[in-house]
């Protein structure tokens, strides 16, 4: 057990649509990171946030933005959703080092 | 730019077998690396890490890796695999740029178990 959980577990969107996905970390991570794993690939780095601010981004366009708040808690909103989006998401808190825990992820389904 | 090689995309090892997965990586300085371990519907869970120093690191569930700079590998072994252990298998570098870190993975190998 990581202590980060996500929800939903799962969810399906209509493309065009607009979605948030929640991370809840343990005490003590100021950081928060968000990946996109496609089916049969390697989770691949959306963006960072430290201190409730964008510290870094992957290759991902605007549409793809996110909150981070006091209590430890993330959000992952995703506008004008495409079936490309569609993926396994996941979350991953830690304290500003490479000691990141990943939470189970939410399974995003776009038809 | 940093990468990882996974030249594997599925191996099937006899339970008690030994196992060897490969992972090769691109970075230009010295790498932090990983071994993750994700089961069907299931998010990550680390196996182990390389920083710094001893270049044989133990992992959980009996594991362990060796970093050989002059190969640029970080292969992940076992000397008696279980059933148990049949999941995807992820090797991921640490990318330390300006106010960030991110992992970058490989795209996996799927380990399957036979009786």
């Known amino acids: 057990e990581t202590g980060v959980t996500q929800s939903p577990t799962h969810l399906i969107k209509t493309r065009g649509q607009q979605v948030t996905l929640r991370c809840s970390s343990q005490s003590g991570h100021n950081t928060v990171s968000w990946y996109q794993q496609a089916l049969g690939q390697g989770p691949q780095f959306i963006f960072q946030y430290y201190r409730e601010e964008e510290n870094g981004r992957g290759n991902f366009p605007p549409r793809f933005s996110g909150l981070q708040f006091p209590n430890y808690s993330s959000e992952l909103n995703v506008n004008a959703l495409e079936l490309d989006d569609s993926a396994l998401y996941l979350c991953?808190?830690?304290?500003?080092?490479?000691?990141?825990?990943f939470g189970p992820g939410t399974r995003l389904t776009v038809t | 730019a940093q990468s990882v090689t996974q030249p594997d995309i599925h191996i099937t090892v006899s339970e008690g077998a030994s196992l060897e997965l490969r992972c090769n990586y691109s970075?230009?300085?010295?790498?932090?690396l990983f071994w993750y371990v994700q089961s069907p519907g299931q998010g990550l869970q680390l196996l182990l890490k390389?920083?710094?120093?001893?270049?044989l690191v133990q992992g959980i569930k009996g594991f362990e890796a060796e970093f050989k700079r002059s190969q640029s590998s970080f292969n992940l072994r076992k000397p008696s695999v279980h059933w148990s252990d049949a999941a995807e298998y992820f090797c991921a570098v640490g990318s330390m740029n300006t106010g960030f870190q991110k992992l970058v993975f490989g795209t996996g190998t799927r380990l399957l178990v036979s009786p």
């Open positions: 970075y230009g300085a010295t790498p932090y």
């Open positions: 991953a808190t830690g304290a500003l080092s490479y000691e990141q825990y």
């Open positions: 390389y920083f710094s120093g001893d270049t």
